[in-house]
């Protein structure tokens, strides 16, 4: 899966995105927030709050409870500051 | 014509909204909104030099174009322009246009502020603050989703 990161996610975690084979196990946005958390200092820290990191499914706004079930690519980023 | 642009250079309101309207007699109302860098908001902190506009690309454009949608299903309008600009903006420089055409204007006044409030919220761009001593992102603002929240 194609995971991309933005703001002040992408500088947490040192990336601007990845390709990833998720676990089967991990099935909705906010598990995979919680799986990636645990994959280093970086990671941890852009998810240490998960309430305030969006996500977006193959480029549509996903909610925490989405399920990931075929999409091929994940955004996670802050609250949006456009406009 | 429905129109959404993103891009890094500027943009020409008048030029815009006269696209819109160019060979139309239809149209009675134009409303064009233009959002500008400001560097007034450093409360007692240091001028804003700059600000930096990352986006999500592909999405930004999608997501707008999802927005003239709602807009079109809510509102008669007869065209429509948004323009969002990425990249580094100096105060002074523009960020945002919107421009909404209709027969009246009550249709053309609600759905650019309608675009503009969902916008702030859902188009996925993130504002880097740079003043002289730091670099900071710009926190989301509650009066936002507030202001968003108030159309549905």
């Known amino acids: ?83 | 014509m429905f129109t959404v642009r993103i891009q890094s250079g500027d943009f020409d309101a008048a030029a815009e909204a006269a696209r819109l309207t160019q060979g139309r007699t239809d149209i009675g109302a134009v409303v064009t909104f233009a959002g500008l860098c400001r560097d007034d908001d450093a409360a007692g902190g240091a001028p804003l030099v700059a600000l930096t506009l990352e986006h999500y690309p592909g999405m930004a454009e999608e997501e707008i174009t999802r927005l003239v949608g709602e807009a079109r299903a809510r509102w008669p309008l007869l065209g429509a322009t948004v323009i969002h600009r990425y990249g580094r903006i100096v105060p002074g420089d523009n960020i945002v246009l919107v421009v909404t055409a209709s027969p009246h204007r009550g249709a053309a006044f609600a759905a650019a502020e309608f675009l503009m409030d969902w916008l702030k919220t859902r188009a996925p761009f993130w504002k880097l603050e740079e003043r002289e001593d730091t670099n900071d992102w710009v926190a989301a603002k509650d009066s936002d989703d507030e202001a968003a929240g108030r159309w549905e």
Do not use: C, Q
Request: glycine content about 10%; overall charge positive; proline content about 6%.
């Open chain 1, 1 to 83: 899966m194609k995971i991309l990161y933005f703001a002040w996610v992408r500088e947490r975690i040192g990336l601007a995105g990845e390709e990833i084979a998720v676990p089967e196990t991990v099935r909705t946005v906010a598990e995979l927030a919680g799986w990636l958390a645990a994959r280093g200092e970086g990671y941890a820290r852009a998810f240490e709050n998960p309430r305030v990191v969006r996500a977006a499914l193959d480029r549509r706004h996903a909610k925490p409870d989405t399920a990931l079930a075929g999409a091929s690519e994940i955004a996670f980023f802050p609250p949006m500051t456009g406009g």
